[in-house]
């Protein structure tokens, strides 16, 4: 299909969808669009808990990928959802969304696909193929993050030296963590409170602080958390700190020191120079570490990546989808 360099492709609509009982009393969104004989893809959101946006499929080209979208344990269209207090987070870890990917593979019947997906999805990536990849075709990543605890402290912490007035707001908001206290771990607590005020301050002021993070990029449209509609951005703001006050449940590095097993997978790696919330440096170490990856850095862009992050990712996904 002929477009610009960096145009995405046309709108499309799922032409399959349906829900995967994937245990736990979880039900699992997914979708497939494009051609049902094309290339398979898997898009993996980021968050954890975003949940998966129809823009996205746009990335592919519809006439040669077949194109996965679901949506993670207990966001966008997968019940039970996190925004409801009764849904158990225990059944919501990394593991079983390795496992739900696994699953969702078998049911549609695809041999290998190409992962695509950034931020806390390319966490979820390479823990998925570090663990099966053989059923790993290619591997496109925009905007790199591995979620260890030093990326995690950076995001919650150290980044309030660029942003100390958002910062302190955002620390004043867990008085119980002063000092050296666990902000994450703390507001992990706080949406697991009984009363619904409480858990809706800890969102606000939860995405008030992600907010002033991404505050010097450039965008269209309401504030990427706060803008969120309520239900969903409960969910996220659930689903993060639960994550996140787990270290993801993923030893300290894990995800660079095992790199190696992606030897022979194709990857491409797309990370913005100034991303104040995801550092380059993790990317960095990344493509140091996985033999078969190329590193594109767009000077000038940040976690949201821009037109630069567009046409490299599009390259990069036209380029696959031949192979």
């Not at 966001?75 to 990394?94: E, L, V």
């Not at 030093?150 to 000092?179: C, H, M, N, Q, T």
Request: hydrophobic fraction near 40%; glycine fraction near 12%; aromatic fraction near 8%.
């Amino acid at each position: 299909m002929d477009r610009e360099p960096d145009e995405k492709y046309p709108p499309i609509e799922p032409y399959d969808q349906g829900m995967l009982d994937v245990g736990d009393g979880n039900l699992v969104h997914w979708e497939v669009c494009g051609n049902p004989d094309g290339k398979p893809a898997l898009v993996v959101h980021g968050g954890p808990g975003s949940g998966c946006g129809a823009h996205t499929r746009q990335y592919f080209d519809p006439d040669r990928y077949r194109v996965v979208l679901f949506d993670q344990r207990g966001c966008g269209r997968s019940t039970p959802h996190a925004s409801d207090p009764a849904a158990d987070m225990r059944h919501n870890t990394t593991a079983h969304l390795i496992a739900d990917m696994e699953r969702l593979r078998v049911r549609l019947g695809i041999e290998k696909w190409l992962l695509y997906g950034g931020s806390w999805g390319s966490t979820l990536i390479l823990a998925y193929a570090e663990e099966h990849p053989e059923r790993v075709s290619e591997i496109v990543i925009p905007a790199v993050t591995t979620t260890r605890r030093s990326e995690i402290d950076w995001l919650y912490r150290g980044v309030g030296k660029i942003f100390p007035e958002a910062w302190d707001l955002f620390r004043a908001g867990v008085p119980e963590a002063a000092g050296d206290g666990d902000l994450v771990a703390a507001y992990a607590r706080r949406m697991e409170s009984p009363d619904a005020a409480v858990r809706a301050k800890a969102t606000a002021d939860w995405c008030a602080w992600e907010d002033a993070v991404l505050s010097q990029e450039a965008y269209s449209g309401p504030p990427p958390y706060s803008g969120r509609p309520g239900s969903a951005r409960q969910a996220l703001v659930r689903i993060c700190s639960h994550y996140f006050s787990h270290g993801a449940w993923l030893e300290e590095g894990q995800l660079i020191r095992n790199a190696g097993r992606l030897a022979g997978i194709p990857g491409v790696l797309v990370h913005g120079r100034f991303d104040l919330g995801g550092p380059l440096i993790t990317a960095w170490e990344l493509s140091k570490a996985w033999p078969d990856a190329e590193l594109t850095v767009i000077d000038g862009a940040g976690h949201l990546g821009g037109p630069a992050t567009t046409r490299a990712v599009l390259e990069a996904l036209d380029r696959f989808a031949a192979q």
